[in-house]
């Protein structure tokens, strides 16, 4: 079994799949919670996430009838940043052929980055190698060459708020297998590779948080994550139309849209002892001058990397604030670019862009599993080889 934790703003979701007689994912628990003790992505009291954690687990280990205490983990805030880093070393061989320790030599001083003391990197992914000056190079072992450089892309985050989020999931006597940023789960669950080799950004719009991930030639170029989510619509839509938030909640859901079109209509609905009449047309403008916004600082990110209005794959939407009516036409009319509705990779999973990041974190949680599976496969073979081989030597 694989178990996901995506503890966000509003709601902390989990995933549990595991995989079918031809070697298919499929999920056989999901659940959510309304969280506490959250804001903006960020934990801040550990204590109440630890308690809802308990109780969810508790209740998920008897609905698949086996014991779960360890999971794949995302982690979200604006205080997530992403970094390109470099490290170079001389190969080390006399024929100048690069080995597997030289490339881990060059990682490691590709991960060697100086930071304040309340920040801290937690995933430094290898963009390319570079071999005596000859740049995009995918993989270094076996070639020749004196100098060898890695370019990588490193992702810290506030030391503070990482050690809350771990302290609130190891109160809940779970174990941390991985911990990976939202938005690159987001975007293992909704992209293809063709995507990612195109030009691709990823928008996973939360309840508190948006995050963006852009990739290119398959690599990720850029993550981050802006504090603004549908959360902030709601609380837009309470203050312009003087409601209550659970109200305002309804009424976006109800009767919200993005792009308002056509003639204006008085809507009128029923509340506990009294009825309520707005105008379809502020709320639209209500709710669009929101998202501009948000996109707005999107392409302000994007504008960073050099990649505003240049990315052939274009936007792709996902989280639950992307459910949003007319939220593709808004998108487009402001990137400039392509944008389309996230779909999730795979089989064994219902298609609820809410459950992207969980999903994400099983695709990934998957991936290791098998690559330590395969580990495990070739040091037993090499060892029984040996063994073999023993019975040979007088």
Not at 152 to 162: D, R, V, W
Not at 194 to 217: D, N, Y
Request: proline share 2%; net charge neutral.
């Amino acid at each position: 079994m694989i178990s996901a934790l995506d503890i966000g703003t509003a709601k902390i979701k989990v995933l549990v799949a595991e995989r079918d007689k031809e070697g298919n994912l499929k999920v056989i628990s999901k659940m959510e919670r309304e969280g506490e003790g959250i804001r903006r992505g960020v934990i801040v009291e550990p204590e109440k996430v630890s308690y809802i954690l308990s109780d969810l687990f508790q209740k998920l280990s008897r609905e698949v009838g086996q014991k779960i205490d360890s999971v794949y983990l995302s982690v979200n805030g604006s205080h997530l940043f992403s970094l390109i880093s470099r490290g170079l070393v001389s190969v080390s061989r006399a024929d100048q052929k690069i080995s597997n320790e030289d490339v881990q030599r060059v990682v490691q001083a590709a991960e060697a980055i100086n930071l304040s003391s309340n920040r801290e990197i937690f995933e430094v992914m290898v963009k390319e190698f570079i071999i005596d000056g000859q740049t995009r190079v995918k993989t270094a072992v076996g070639l020749e060459g004196v100098r060898l450089e890695a370019e990588a892309l490193a992702i810290g985050g506030f030391s503070p708020y990482l050690e809350n989020h771990r302290r609130a999931v190891l109160g809940a006597e779970l174990e941390i297998l991985d911990l990976q940023p939202a938005p690159l789960m987001a975007a293992k669950a909704v992209l293809s590779e063709k995507q990612k080799e195109l030009g691709t950004a990823v928008l996973e719009i939360g309840a508190g948080t948006t995050g963006l991930a852009v990739f290119e030639e398959g690599n990720l170029l850029h993550l981050a994550v802006l504090p603004i989510g549908s959360a902030n619509i709601t609380n837009d839509i309470a203050i312009g139309l003087k409601i209550d938030v659970e109200v305002a909640e309804r009424i976006k859901q109800e009767y919200g849209t993005c792009v308002f079109q056509g003639k204006d209509n008085r809507l009128k609905i029923e509340l506990d002892d009294s009825f309520f009449v707005f105008s379809k047309k502020f709320l639209a403008k209500i709710i669009s001058e929101r998202l501009s916004e948000l996109f707005n600082q999107v392409n302000e990110e994007l504008k960073k990397i050099g990649k505003e209005k240049l990315l052939p794959g274009g936007i792709v939407l996902s989280g639950g604030g992307a459910k949003l009516p007319k939220i593709m036409e808004l998108a487009k009319d402001k990137f400039r670019l392509p944008v389309k509705m996230g779909k999730l990779q795979g089989e064994g999973i219902e298609q609820d862009l809410s459950f992207a990041v969980a999903w994400g974190l099983i695709l990934h949680g998957a991936e290791l599993e098998s690559e330590k599976k395969g580990s495990r496969f070739s040091q037993g073979v090499i060892s029984k080889l040996k063994n073999f081989f023993k019975t040979f030597i007088p």
